[in-house]
């Protein structure tokens, strides 16, 4: 059973910096793809970027260039480092294992709103 513990969220104002962190529970982390999704409210929560446990990264078009993940093992951390944000950016977000399944649980998320 993976506990997931978000933090790092706040208010900024657009143009501004943040750095968002997970904390993992369980041994699977080092043998897991990680991931960091967003939810509007209403809505389903969307992956933004994933890291494999090799480092391989993904990121979505509206984030690239932007947006950093990166993850210590040893830690059992993730990380999101999130630069020149955007208002559009504002949202909940979660880290989870990616693919992410109906059964696997989720944490409490952290707010990220930037102001414009």
């Known amino acids: 059973h993976v506990q997931l513990v978000e933090s790092g969220g706040g208010l900024v104002q657009a143009g501004g910096s943040l750095r968002l962190s997970c904390a993992v529970s369980?041994?699977?982390?080092?043998?897991?793809?990680m991931g960091w999704y967003r939810q509007a409210p209403g809505e389903q929560r969307v992956l933004v970027t994933s890291?494999?446990?090799?480092?391989?990264?993904y990121y979505g078009d509206s984030v690239k260039g932007r947006f950093t993940i990166s993850r210590d093992n040893a830690k059992n951390t993730v990380y999101l480092q999130m630069n020149s944000l955007k208002a559009e950016d504002t949202d909940v977000y979660y880290c989870?294992?990616?693919?992410?399944?109906?059964?696997?649980?989720w944490g409490q998320g952290t707010q990220v709103t930037v102001s414009s």
């Open positions: 989870n294992i990616y693919p992410v399944t109906p059964y696997d649980s």
């Open positions: 369980g041994n699977i982390f080092g043998r897991v793809t």
């Open positions: 890291i494999t446990n090799s480092g391989r990264t």
